[in-house]
């Protein structure tokens, strides 16, 4: 019987290799099958997004959190914007956004301004200062996405361009959960 120092090996092995499986549970593998293409290993697909995302995160946030940072590029993305909006874009709940806007706004990073039809509303903007601090982010980011491309093929840069369009429709939140794809 494997001994607690096996089981955490495995454990370890099994996580770094992109898989999902408990220290005593066996591995499973999620794959996602569409008529028109092909098999995908849909654990390999997340942990390579999620690491490539830390990796591109490992600069300075100016204090924000990932989530502030969404907050903050959507009201960068969308302009002026109300606080139910911005709520519905993020998928929070505008209780929570309520605080976070009250965060950034202290933070300098963006303004509320009354809305003149409806006392109870307002609506944000970016300021200044929280456009220096996301296009320096980007900018970070961007470097740091360069360099790691680098280090790919032609073929691979290719691959990856070709994949581009799927990735970003991934990446939309606005879409609907789905469940297997349908047939015709």
Known sequence: MPGAADRAGTYAESVSHGEAAAPDRPRRTAAAVTELGPVMDVSRLRVAIARLSRRLRRHELAGLTPTKLSALSSVDRLGPIRLGDLAAAEGIAPSTLTRLVTSLEEQGFVKRFPVPE??????????????AVLDRMREESNTVLAGRMRMLTPDELRALAAA????????????????????A
């Open 164 to 183: 581009l369009p799927a990735l970003e429709r991934l990446a939309e939140g606005d879409q609907p959960a789905a469940g297997p794809p349908a047939r």
């Open 118 to 131: 409806d006392a109870r509303a307002s609506t944000m903007a970016i300021t200044p200062r929280g456009r």
